[in-house]
């Protein structure tokens, strides 16, 4: 069974750094390209952040490009994303998924919080 | 950056109605479009991908059609579980993926 476990949300202050990880199993990590979407409170679904199934080639959408970086440990089958200095803008339930040809697994996503 | 556009926002809709939500792409994406549903208090699930082509499990009411700037995606017969915010996307050109703002599918 495929499953996708976001970790490491919370409440932190504005300009403050975050890592969220996402743990993935029950596939062959390294075969899917993987990415960050995210959802803040009653809104809609925005792409983070996604990378490639060997890690060398990654895209950023511009509300987080510079801030945000998205790694991958495939020997660990994780998933990262290392934000920088955060806003309130920034507050939203933060979901991993795999690409195929769309999204096919989602995890339950992680929330994270930006506030003083 | 490719812009992609839902209409109605919401529609009212009764059970057994059929139903057709829209999606508009800022330039041309071919057929490389994906239509998710989200459920309040779930991660959203894939529907169809390539425009037309319904994904694992998902019942054959749903359908999709469309390609350059233009996709539709039909309920045949709307069931109660089938209400819901749907969203289309675009994965021709990244980045990014982007989406579409959603429709909300409400009980009439």
């Known amino acids: 069974e495929v499953q996708l476990v976001e970790s490491g949300g919370g409440l932190v202050q504005p300009g403050r750094s975050l890592r969220l990880s996402c743990a993935a199993s029950?596939?062959?990590?390294?075969?899917?390209?993987m990415h960050w979407v995210r959802q803040a409170p009653g809104k809609g679904l925005e792409w983070v952040s996604g990378i490639n199934p060997n890690g060398d080639s990654v895209g950023y959408a511009d509300s987080v490009k510079g801030r945000f970086t998205i790694s991958r440990d495939n020997a660990k089958n994780s998933l990262y994303l290392q934000m920088n200095s955060l806003s309130a803008e920034d507050t939203a339930l933060y979901y991993c998924?795999?690409?195929?040809?769309?999204?096919?697994?989602w995890g339950q996503g992680i929330l994270v919080t930006v506030s003083s | 950056e490719i812009v992609m556009t839902q209409s109605p926002a919401t529609l009212s809709v009764s059970p057994g109605e059929r139903v057709t939500l829209s999606c508009r792409a800022s330039?041309?994406?071919?057929?490389?479009l994906a239509w998710y549903q989200q459920k309040p208090g779930q991660a959203p699930r894939l529907l169809i991908y390539?425009?037309?082509t319904r994904a694992t499990g998902v019942p054959a009411r749903f359908g999709g059609s469309g390609s350059e700037t233009e996709f539709t995606l039909t309920i045949s017969s709307l069931q109660s579980e089938d209400f819901a915010v749907y969203y289309c996307?675009?994965?021709?050109?990244?980045?990014?993926?982007?989406f579409g703002q959603g429709t909300k599918l409400e009980i009439k």
């Open positions: 029950g596939f062959t990590f390294d075969d899917y390209a």
């Open positions: 390539s425009a037309s």
């Open positions: 996307q675009q994965y021709d050109t990244w980045p990014p993926y982007s």
């Open positions: 330039q041309s994406v071919r057929s490389h």
């Open positions: 998924a795999r690409w195929v040809v769309g999204f096919d697994y």
